[in-house]
């Protein structure tokens, strides 16, 4: 997986708890990204950074925040975690903007 | 928003015989193009990618046509075998763009 770790793998929670879930690489890539998977949809895109500090919106990003604090770490936080957002979590890096993207393993999420 | 499609949404092939999957993308502002692999409960995997100044691209045992007049693109697997059992999805892109558009994808399934 390119040097792409996540945690947790498995996570089950309940409705209206954050949640935060981390992203490390040992790349030293300039980009990341958050992305959900979800049954009947491909890939959407939560959040992205573009570099320490420097993070932007994707198409489904309402409910979720991001930060990057270094590099090599891209937080992905469910303020108040919803039933909707019971999905798998897939993080991914590239070196630069449109540029091939290499992903984690995921994160399994449930909110009950 | 942009779509990517697959034509399949399932395909089963003999061992040893060639496999094709195919993708239509929307966007001709699209200048990239990616086939990913998805194993059960493993993130996708970067298979082979092709830029939109060539219309064929070859890897061990898997090549991608481009074909931008009709935006459509296909992965073919030579002598498919077991492993080969996957889900596969494209996504296109492009330099000025923020992200990819990822299609749900289509599940192979090699016969023994």
């Known amino acids: 997986d390119a040097g792409i770790t996540q945690s947790p793998r498995h996570k089950v929670t309940e409705t209206g708890t954050p949640v935060t879930l981390r992203c490390h690489q040992t790349e030293n890539h300039r980009y990341m990204y958050w992305y959900r998977q979800d049954p009947g949809h491909g890939l959407r895109l939560i959040h992205y950074?573009?570099?320490?500090?420097?993070?932007d919106k994707g198409e489904v990003s309402d409910g979720y925040s991001v930060s990057r604090s270094k590099t090599e770490d891209f937080l992905l936080t469910l303020e108040s975690a919803t039933s909707s957002q019971t999905s798998v979590y897939f993080c991914a890096i590239s070196t630069q903007r449109g540029d091939t993207q290499y992903f984690g393993p995921g994160t399994r999420l449930t909110v009950l | 928003g942009e779509s990517v499609g697959l034509h399949l949404p399932t395909l089963s092939v003999q061992e040893g015989d060639n496999s094709i999957i195919n993708c239509a993308y929307s966007?001709?502002?699209?200048?990239?193009f990616i086939w990913y692999k998805q194993e059960s409960g493993k993130g996708p995997q970067f298979i082979i990618d092709?830029?939109?100044?060539?219309d064929k691209r070859q890897g061990q045992r898997v090549t991608v046509l481009l074909n931008k007049t009709v935006k459509h693109l296909s992965l073919q697997i030579a002598a498919t075998q077991p492993g080969d059992s996957a889900v596969y999805f494209c996504?296109?892109?492009?330099?000025?763009?923020?992200?990819?558009?990822f299609g749900t994808g289509t599940s192979l399934t090699v016969i023994p």
């Open positions: 950074s573009y570099g320490v500090k420097d993070t």
């Open positions: 996504a296109d892109g492009s330099n000025t763009g923020n992200q990819f558009y």
């Open positions: 092709i830029r939109s100044n060539m």
């Open positions: 966007n001709s502002a699209s200048d990239y």
